[in-house]
Nanobody, 119 residues
């Protein structure tokens, strides 16, 4: 079974930056698509950014130009660099993996890491 472990969340002031990390463990797993989703209180989970093994990416319109997704295939690790953070970015951020295309949602989820943007 694959396991996704996130880290890097926390409290940051508006305009600040955070970097989330997600390590995928489990023998034999070479996830084609890895990505990040988020869920704010009272709202549905939404896509933030995804990246393929070939490093094709897709972003939610609300984060384009502020967030950058990257990965290390050898380490089965994906990062989300978040800059110019806004209060509306406050949410639990979840790592996702296992999708075969960039438009699918993978079967594997991390436990989530809280990001709070507040002064």
């Amino acid at each position: 079974q694959g396991q996704l472990v996130e880290s890097g969340g926390g409290l940051v002031q508006p305009g600040g930056s955070l970097r989330l990390s997600c390590v995928a463990s489990g023998s034999g797993f070479r996830f084609y698509v890895m990505g990040w989703y988020r869920q704010a209180p009272g709202k549905e989970r939404e896509l933030v950014a995804v990246i393929t093994r070939g490093r094709n990416t897709d972003y939610a319109d609300s984060v384009k130009g502020r967030f950058t997704i990257s990965r290390d295939n050898a380490k089965n690790t994906v990062w989300l660099q978040m800059n110019s953070l806004k209060p509306e970015d406050t949410a639990v951020y979840y790592c996702n993996a296992g999708a075969r295309t960039i438009t699918e949602i993978g079967a594997y989820w991390g436990q989530g890491t809280q990001v709070t943007v507040s002064s």
